[in-house]
């Protein structure tokens, strides 16, 4: 492979390019300027994006992106030779499509195979300072990160694009995610059939793939009460997973009446589309930092977001009217581990004050328009 090149890509060398992100769904929507960028600096390439199959409504419908290839993860437990084959499948479609540029967004080593067996002009990765030679020789441009300040993710991303010679606009660097007519109509349709009218409600996501990311379900019941008693009616969201549905079931066991009748339990009965279609019908936003998160921040509806054990400067709700609510009580945080200590419960969420939330919610919605429900 050629040593890294000290300048910026010929962009009119560049007729197809092929971004990956191989990582959960919020960030692989925090991927999403990359292609904006991309597609803004080269208007006649064709822009790719390769992802994990769970992940690709993120980018679904994204005016810049022209392909999305997929990565199943279940093919590792349909047995080798069905693995070989899909792996073999996917590697001849993207070597038909001739890239001319591989910008390979994280530190999955699969980016050192296809920067070598696809051979494109320019390949640009992020410069690992540990990195085994097959890394450090494989791709011809490595952008660096901050090594001792933290810098937003989208912002990581784009440096991706900075190191080759191009600077983003600011317009261009918002969160891009598409929900069609069918995703909106079944959102309303669910909102009608509970009574609830669009923007006359907040949406409370309680849930995250990581439980130590949450806050514990009484103390969502007393947000819920208060929030009754402001006059709202809130929507609870979750994704169809046990430990989501057992978070959502605990926290309505522990809301009394009159809350519990303003409240309608949506878990797990939408896709990623219908709950992007819905969150955009919603007054505002209440979760922890998750991706149902940053489906609020791209959707534009304002955020109150809890953060307790990850950097709330990396993963902030991004380019939206927001909240942060995390412990000034606890110097640790963000420690970026799986409760103290390892233990799966996060001391810095469990002590958060309701008032401190139910006021961050206040003062958003007054900056937003007004409280009135």
């Not at 309303?188 to 006359?200: M, S, V």
Request: net charge positive; proline share 7%; charged share 20%.
């Amino acid at each position: 492979m050629p040593s890294p090149l000290p300048d910026p890509v010929d962009l009119g060398l560049v007729r197809r390019a092929l971004v990956t992100k191989l990582r959960h769904h919020g960030d692989v929507l925090l991927a999403s300027p990359v292609f904006t960028v991309l597609g803004h600096a080269a208007p006649t390439a064709e822009i790719d994006a390769l992802v994990y199959a769970e992940t690709a409504a993120m980018l679904a419908g994204h005016p810049a992106i022209a392909q999305i290839h997929v990565i199943d993860r279940d093919w590792k437990r349909q047995g080798l030779f069905r693995q070989a084959r899909a792996e073999r499948a996917l590697l001849s479609a993207l070597a038909k499509r001739r890239y001319d540029l591989l910008v390979h967004l994280t530190e999955h080593p699969r980016g050192v195979w296809l920067a070598r067996l696809l051979r494109p002009r320019y390949s640009v990765a992020r410069h690992l300072d540990r990195a085994h030679w097959l890394w450090r020789t494989s791709f011809t441009h490595y952008y660096r990160l901050p090594r001792r300040t933290p810098r937003h993710t989208v912002e990581c991303n784009l440096d991706s694009l900075r190191r080759i010679g191009l600077q983003p606009a600011s317009g261009d660097k918002a969160l891009v995610l598409a929900t069609d007519s069918a995703a909106t109509g079944r959102a309303r349709e669910l909102l009608a059939k509970h009574g609830i009218e669009p923007r006359r409600f907040i949406q409370l996501h309680p849930g995250s793939r990581w439980l130590f990311k949450c806050w514990p379900a009484g103390h969502y019941a007393a947000l819920l009460d208060r929030l009754a008693a402001d006059g709202w009616r809130v929507v609870l969201t979750g994704a169809p997973e046990a430990r989501e549905r057992a978070l959502i079931d605990a926290i309505l066991a522990a809301t009394g009446e009159p809350a519990r009748s303003r409240v309608a339990d949506l878990g797990g009965q939408l896709s990623l589309t219908e709950l992007a279609a819905l969150t955009r019908e919603a007054r505002a936003f209440v979760g922890v930092d998750s991706a149902p998160m940053h489906i609020a921040a791209a959707v534009q509806t304002p955020v109150v977001a809890l953060f307790g054990p990850s950097g709330d400067i990396e993963w902030a709700p991004w380019q939206v009217p927001h909240r942060i609510v995390a412990s000034t009580e606890h110097p640790c945080r963000p420690c970026g581990n799986d409760g103290c200590g390892g233990g799966k419960i996060s001391e810095c969420l469990t002590t958060l004050p309701v008032a401190r939330v139910h006021a961050a919610l206040a003062a958003i919605l007054a900056e937003t328009g007004g409280a009135s429900c």
